[in-house]
């Protein structure tokens, strides 16, 4: 997924080997010393918090879920009590990324490798009991079909948006923590009559109640 443009092509060029010959360290130091923590429990995730209710569950295709290669998958529907409203929510989360053979898979490459057309790319800041968090809003569209995406990188530490900051607080909490958990958060809104306001709307306000119950949830 491609989401918010945080450097220009030629600092993140420079960067890339940078990011490699981190991991490589992380490889080196946490290897063996490494402490993940167990999976959540998946029949403990709620369906409902906030305003909002499990609507439906969305199973993922066997193929996905192989290419995904999370620990633990959640896709699923809810709807906002109140208003009506659909939101749904996507949680892959990886119990280690040790030596980079399994980390989340960025929406800014899965999006539109499945033919969606990147329209908006930015960040939002999403008001939460816990704190406001800045996160990636994407808005696509494929065939007349428009959507709102939010996404983050949830560690026991931090919300992350950028993809190049997570790989950063990836070598910074695997020296201090001995642990390289994480999960990728995403958020889908359908923009229909509202357009991209509305499903923006939606969208932060799934995403604020979601924040302080993922927190519980996963590890910490």
């Avoid at 993922?60 to 659909?86: G, K, M």
């Avoid at 030596?99 to 539109?112: F, I, M, N, T």
């Avoid at 990836?170 to 499903?199: F, I, N, P």
């Amino acid at each position: 997924m491609r989401c918010m443009p945080v450097t220009n092509p030629k600092w993140r060029g420079a960067l890339v080997p940078l990011f490699l010959a981190a991991q490589i360290l992380v490889a080196h130091v946490v290897a063996g010393r490494e402490h993940p923590p167990p999976p959540p429990a998946l029949a403990r995730f709620p369906v409902a918090f906030g305003q909002w209710k499990l609507f439906r569950g969305d199973p993922i295709e066997a193929a996905i879920a192989r290419e995904l290669n999370a620990d633990r998958l959640v896709s699923q529907t809810y709807i906002e009590t109140s208003t009506s409203s659909f939101a749904g929510l996507l949680v892959a989360w990886f119990q280690t990324q040790r030596e980079g053979a399994r980390q989340p898979h960025s929406p800014k490459v899965c999006l539109p490798g499945a033919g969606w057309t990147p329209r908006v790319v930015d960040e939002v800041t999403v008001e939460t009991a816990q704190g406001d968090i800045t996160i990636n809003r994407y808005v696509v569209d494929n065939h007349g079909q428009r959507a709102v995406i939010l996404y983050w990188y949830h560690t026991p530490r931090r919300v992350i948006a950028s993809e190049w900051a997570a790989k950063f607080w990836l070598v910074s909490d695997a020296l201090r923590d001995q642990r390289t958990d994480t999960a990728l958060v995403r958020v889908t809104a359908w923009s229909a009559g509202g357009g991209d306001v509305e499903a923006t709307a939606v969208a932060t306000r799934f995403a604020g109640n979601l924040y302080p119950m993922l927190r519980e949830y996963l590890p910490r």
